[in-house]
Protein backbone atom coordinates (compact mmCIF):
# COMPACT_ATOMS: atom_id res chain seq x y z
CA UNK A 1 0.00 0.00 0.00
CA UNK A 2 1.30 3.73 -0.94
CA UNK A 3 -0.52 5.90 0.95
CA UNK A 4 -0.54 9.11 -1.43
CA UNK A 5 -2.12 12.62 1.42
CA UNK A 6 -4.11 12.83 3.96
CA UNK A 7 -7.72 12.91 2.19
CA UNK A 8 -10.17 14.47 5.51
CA UNK A 9 -9.90 15.17 8.98
CA UNK A 10 -13.34 14.67 10.48
CA UNK A 11 -14.35 16.59 14.03
CA UNK A 12 -17.38 16.68 16.06
CA UNK A 13 -18.94 19.87 17.42
CA UNK A 14 -21.23 21.05 19.70
CA UNK A 15 -22.55 23.65 18.27
CA UNK A 16 -23.03 23.37 14.40
CA UNK A 17 -24.11 26.49 13.96
CA UNK A 18 -21.28 28.32 15.85
CA UNK A 19 -19.12 26.08 14.29
CA UNK A 20 -19.90 26.50 11.00
CA UNK A 21 -19.66 30.40 11.38
CA UNK A 22 -16.17 30.03 13.33
CA UNK A 23 -14.92 27.88 9.92
CA UNK A 24 -16.34 29.15 7.31
CA UNK A 25 -17.12 33.05 7.79
CA UNK A 26 -14.16 33.60 10.30
CA UNK A 27 -11.64 31.24 9.16
CA UNK A 28 -12.64 31.27 5.41
CA UNK A 29 -12.68 27.32 4.94
CA UNK A 30 -14.97 26.63 1.25
CA UNK A 31 -17.72 24.42 1.82
CA UNK A 32 -17.68 21.67 -0.20
CA UNK A 33 -21.14 20.09 1.11
CA UNK A 34 -23.76 20.49 3.39
CA UNK A 35 -26.15 17.57 4.77
CA UNK A 36 -28.49 17.47 7.20
CA UNK A 37 -28.74 13.58 7.95
CA UNK A 38 -32.68 13.16 9.66
CA UNK A 39 -31.55 9.28 10.22
CA UNK A 40 -29.09 10.66 12.91
CA UNK A 41 -30.32 14.01 13.49
CA UNK A 42 -27.49 15.46 12.58
CA UNK A 43 -25.18 17.57 10.19
CA UNK A 44 -22.21 16.70 8.34
CA UNK A 45 -20.09 19.95 6.77
CA UNK A 46 -17.56 19.00 4.28
CA UNK A 47 -14.72 22.09 4.04
CA UNK A 48 -11.68 22.66 2.13
CA UNK A 49 -9.02 24.28 3.01
CA UNK A 50 -6.03 24.42 0.07
CA UNK A 51 -5.66 20.74 -0.31
CA UNK A 52 -7.72 19.38 3.25
CA UNK A 53 -10.54 18.29 3.55
CA UNK A 54 -12.36 19.41 7.00
CA UNK A 55 -15.06 17.02 7.87
CA UNK A 56 -17.82 18.31 10.36
CA UNK A 57 -20.21 16.39 12.30
CA UNK A 58 -22.61 17.83 14.84
CA UNK A 59 -22.86 15.97 18.15
CA UNK A 60 -24.44 17.71 21.00
CA UNK A 61 -24.23 14.90 23.24
CA UNK A 62 -20.84 14.04 22.72
CA UNK A 63 -18.47 13.68 25.84
CA UNK A 64 -16.48 16.76 26.54
CA UNK A 65 -12.50 16.49 25.67
CA UNK A 66 -11.18 15.33 28.74
CA UNK A 67 -8.27 17.71 28.64
CA UNK A 68 -6.36 20.03 26.74
CA UNK A 69 -4.38 19.14 23.44
CA UNK A 70 -2.71 16.49 25.83
CA UNK A 71 -5.39 14.01 25.56
CA UNK A 72 -5.27 10.90 23.58
CA UNK A 73 -6.18 11.12 20.09
CA UNK A 74 -6.20 13.89 17.80
CA UNK A 75 -3.78 16.43 18.95
CA UNK A 76 -4.30 19.24 16.87
CA UNK A 77 -4.62 20.60 13.51
CA UNK A 78 -1.45 22.82 12.60
CA UNK A 79 -1.91 24.76 8.86
CA UNK A 80 0.44 26.55 7.26
CA UNK A 81 0.77 30.05 6.77
CA UNK A 82 3.24 32.12 5.48
CA UNK A 83 3.47 35.11 8.73
CA UNK A 84 1.88 33.87 12.03
CA UNK A 85 2.17 37.14 13.28
CA UNK A 86 -0.07 38.73 10.43
CA UNK A 87 -2.35 35.86 10.94
CA UNK A 88 -2.34 36.29 14.39
CA UNK A 89 -3.56 40.06 13.89
CA UNK A 90 -6.29 38.50 11.74
CA UNK A 91 -7.61 36.46 14.29
CA UNK A 92 -7.67 39.25 16.70
CA UNK A 93 -9.51 41.26 14.38
CA UNK A 94 -12.11 38.83 14.14
CA UNK A 95 -12.39 38.53 17.99
CA UNK A 96 -10.66 34.84 18.40
CA UNK A 97 -7.53 34.85 21.17
CA UNK A 98 -4.42 33.03 20.15
CA UNK A 99 -1.58 32.03 22.36
CA UNK A 100 2.13 33.89 22.28
CA UNK A 101 4.14 32.93 19.13
CA UNK A 102 6.85 31.09 20.04
CA UNK A 103 9.45 29.47 17.99
CA UNK A 104 9.39 25.51 17.67
CA UNK A 105 13.13 24.15 18.11
CA UNK A 106 13.00 21.61 15.48
CA UNK A 107 11.88 23.23 12.67
CA UNK A 108 12.77 26.60 13.35
CA UNK A 109 9.32 28.48 12.29
CA UNK A 110 7.11 30.58 14.33
CA UNK A 111 3.64 29.05 15.65
CA UNK A 112 1.06 29.56 17.89
CA UNK A 113 -2.26 27.88 19.18
CA UNK A 114 -5.65 29.06 19.26
CA UNK A 115 -9.11 27.27 19.64
CA UNK A 116 -12.21 26.32 17.86
CA UNK A 117 -15.51 27.02 19.54
CA UNK A 118 -15.45 23.22 21.40
CA UNK A 119 -12.10 23.69 22.42
CA UNK A 120 -9.86 21.99 19.71
CA UNK A 121 -6.45 23.40 19.12
CA UNK A 122 -6.21 24.52 16.02
CA UNK A 123 -2.17 25.72 15.18
CA UNK A 124 -0.85 28.37 12.78
CA UNK A 125 2.84 27.53 11.59
CA UNK A 126 5.22 28.88 9.37
Known amino acids: MKLQSVHHVAILVKDYEKSRHFYVDLLGFAVI ?24 FSAPNAPARVTGPEALGLRHLAFRVDNVAAAVEELTALGIEAEPIRIDPYSGGAFTFFFDPDGLPLELHE
Not at 35 to 49: F, G, M, Q, S, T
Request: glycine share 4%.
Open 33 to 56: RENHRPEKDDYKLDLAVGDLELEI
